[in-house]
C-alpha cells in the first residue's frame, strides 16, 4: 500500500510522473530502474513492464528518486540510439585532435545513410544526457523467421546502436547524473524505414565470390598486435576446462568485442569463429547447450563493443601498410 501520495511530490517529481503516465497510455511498457542508472530496479523487468496507471503511480510516488525504463519489445518500438564520439584513452580533448573525441556523431552517420534514401521520417525523439538521442520507430512485423528486430551494437555505423526485442531505454524525464533525458520531438513515432528494417535483419552471406572482407578498417600496424590477442582468446576458449566454459567464452567475446569496437575485427566472423572453438565444450560432458555459448558470446561482444580497446600507436616504419586482413 502506498504510504505517500502524488500531492507530497515535487514539482518536478509531479512533472516526471505524468510524463510517465501518458508513454503507459500509449501502451508503452514501462518499469522502475534504479535513482541515477541504468539499471533495472526488479528482476524480469521486460515480463513485468506494465501500463497500468494505478500501478505506476504507486511506485514512484513512494519512490520519486526512481528513473522509468521503457521495455522495447512489449511496446512494439524499435529504438535506434545515436551516441556522441567518446574521448580516447590518451585524455580528453574537446577540440577533437589526437587523445580527444572525433569524428562525426551517430546522428550524423543515421542522417548521412539517409540522405540518398529519402531522408528519415519525423518521429518521437529523446535528447540523452550525453547528448546523443534516441529516435522512435514502430517495430515491424517479425521477419520469415518469425524473430522480431532486437538488439544491435554498430550494425549500422559507428556509434549507432538499436534497442527492440528484449531491450530497453530510460524514458523521458529519467535522470543520470550527467544530466536527464529530455523529449525533443513529441511526434507519433513512425514505421522504420523498410531500408533501416532490411540492414538490422539481414543476415551474414553464406557465400562469396572472393575472398572476405573482415576487417571494417585497413589493419595496417595493428596486425600482429591484434593477430596476437585473436589467437590467445581463442585458445582460451579451446582450451577451457569443464566447469569453467562460460566464463572462458564469455572472457574471450569480451576481450574480441574490444577490437570489433575500435574497428578492426569483423563482428560476424568473430562470433562464427569462437562458436567453432567451442564445440568441444556442446559435444563433451557438460551441461551448457548451443544455446547457452552462443548467448555468453552475444553477451561478451556486446559488452566490448560499448567499451572499445584503445590501440598503441601505429610504429612508423614498420613497413606493414599492405599486412593482409586478419580473420578472427
Not at 82 to 96: F, Q, V
Request: aromatic share 6%; charged share 20%; proline share 9%.
Amino acid at each position: 500500500m502506498s504510504t505517500h501520495s502524488k500531492d507530497s511530490l515535487s514539482l518536478a517529481d509531479r512533472a516526471r510522473l505524468a510524463t510517465w503516465l501518458d508513454l503507459a497510455a500509449r501502451g508503452w511498457h514501462l518499469f522502475p530502474v534504479r535513482p541515477g542508472r541504468k539499471t533495472p530496479a526488479i528482476t524480469r523487468w521486460q515480463d513485468r513492464a506494465t501500463t497500468d496507471p494505478q500501478r505506476i503511480t504507486r511506485f514512484f510516488t513512494d519512490r520519486p528518486d526512481h528513473n522509468a525504463g521503457i521495455a522495447c519489445g512489449p511496446s512494439g518500438l524499435l529504438v535506434i540510439d545515436c551516441d556522441t564520439p567518446k574521448a580516447t584513452c590518451a585524455g580528453d580533448n574537446p577540440s577533437g585532435s589526437a587523445g580527444g573525441a572525433t569524428g562525426r556523431d551517430g546522428w550524423a552517420v543515421l542522417a548521412g545513410m539517409a540522405a540518398g534514401r529519402g531522408g528519415l521520417p519525423d518521429t518521437w525523439t529523446v535528447a540523452t544526457p550525453s547528448g546523443g538521442r534516441h529516435l522512435y520507430f514502430r517495430a515491424p512485423a517479425p521477419g520469415p523467421d518469425g524473430r522480431p528486430l532486437g538488439n544491435t551494437g554498430k550494425t549500422l555505423g559507428p556509434m549507432l546502436d538499436t534497442r527492440g526485442a528484449g531491450g530497453q531505454v530510460l524514458a523521458p524525464g529519467s535522470r543520470l547524473p550527467n544530466g536527464g533525458y529530455e523529449l525533443l520531438d513529441d511526434t507519433d513515432p513512425a514505421a522504420l524505414p523498410g531500408w533501416l528494417a532490411w540492414q538490422l535483419s539481414v543476415r551474414a552471406p553464406t557465400a562469396t565470390s572472393g575472398p572476405p572482407e573482415r576487417f571494417s578498417t585497413t589493419v595496417g600496424d595493428y596486425g600482429a598486435y591484434v593477430s596476437t590477442i585473436v589467437r590467445a582468446e581463442r585458445q582460451r576458449v579451446a582450451q577451457a576446462p569443464r566447469g569453467g566454459h562460460n566464463a572462458a567464452v564469455f572472457t574471450a567475446a569480451r576481450a574480441l568485442g574490444q577490437l570489433v569496437g575500435a574497428g578492426v575485427l569483423d563482428p560476424a566472423t568473430v562470433e562464427r569463429d569462437l562458436l567453432a572453438d567451442a564445440a568441444h565444450i556442446i559435444t563433451g560432458p557438460c551441461d551448457c547447450t548451443a544455446r547457452d555459448i552462443a548467448a555468453s558470446i552475444a553477451s561478451g561482444l556486446a559488452y566490448g563493443r560499448r567499451r572499445p580497446r584503445c590501440l598503441p600507436p601505429p610504429r612508423a616504419g614498420t613497413g606493414m601498410a599492405d599486412e593482409g586482413r586478419q580473420t578472427a
